[in-house]
Structures are given as C-alpha cells and as structure tokens.
C-alpha cells in the first residue's frame, strides 16, 4: 500500500465514521480508486455486523470503521497474533459476550491463529490495546 492510497483510506474511513448517513455513491468518491472502495465497503459491512453482535448480547459496540482501520494500519494488515498472514477476520481479545465490539477488544486475525487460540499472552496485541 502506497502512503497515498494509506492516507486515502484514512480519508474515506474517517468521512464514513463522521457521516450520518453512508451514502455508498458518495464513499465510491471518497475512496478515490475501486479498489480503496471495494476495502472500505468490506471493513464497513465487518464493523457493522460486529456491533451488530455485540448489542444482541448487550455489551458495548463502541468500535468505529475509523477505530478499526487505525488497528488494522498499525498491524500492517497482518494478522495481529503470528504477524505473518494476511488479516482475515476481527479477533475479539476478551470473547464478544464479555469484552463487546469496542477498540481495545478488537484485533485483526487470521483463521489458523484462531483456530489454535493463539491469542493470549501476545505482548504486541496487548501493549496495542492498552493504548487504544
Ligand atoms: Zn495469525
């Protein structure tokens, strides 16, 4: 990713966070290229189905498309747990039942990391979502 297409990304994210009402027509234009689109309307749909799951069990859905490609940024679009693998679902760090959809539960993972639950005790995750 080019730091212009990066800071595109940021651009469209941050305008469809802020934006009442996401108008798709207006997100294509936003997000410059079909392909910073086609990312932003994948990550979107994610976000909102995630808090979507996390008020059916009625706990926080705090989590934001700009909260959620700020994590995905800083994991290079890598899974947050081995660091190798291209992202390729969001891990909820404290299962979603407890720790809800919010930023400092929501880490980009990939399926063989969650498969053996290789999350816990990972230094980089938890620094990160300390701070988040
Ligand atoms: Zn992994």
């Given at each position: 990713m080019t730091p212009e297409e990066r800071e595109i990304l940021f651009h469209a994210a941050e305008w469809a966070t802020h934006s009442?009402?996401?108008i798709m027509s207006k997100l294509r234009e936003v997000a410059v290229t079909e392909e910073n689109y086609l990312i932003i309307a994948r990550e979107l749909d994610r976000v909102h189905s995630e808090r979507l799951r996390a008020r059916s069990l009625h706990v926080?859905?705090?989590?934001?498309l700009l909260d959620w490609i700020k994590t995905l940024d800083y994991f290079e679009w890598?899974?947050?747990?081995?660091?190798?693998k291209p992202f390729q679902i969001m891990s909820h760090y404290i299962p979603l039942p407890c720790g809800g959809t919010t930023p400092t539960n929501c880490v980009p993972a990939c399926y063989s990391c969650m498969k053996r639950k290789e999350?816990?005790?990972n230094a980089r995750v938890l620094s990160y979502l300390s701070q988040a």
């Open positions: 009442k009402r996401t926080d859905a705090t989590l934001t890598r899974c947050a747990y081995c660091q190798e999350k816990r005790n």
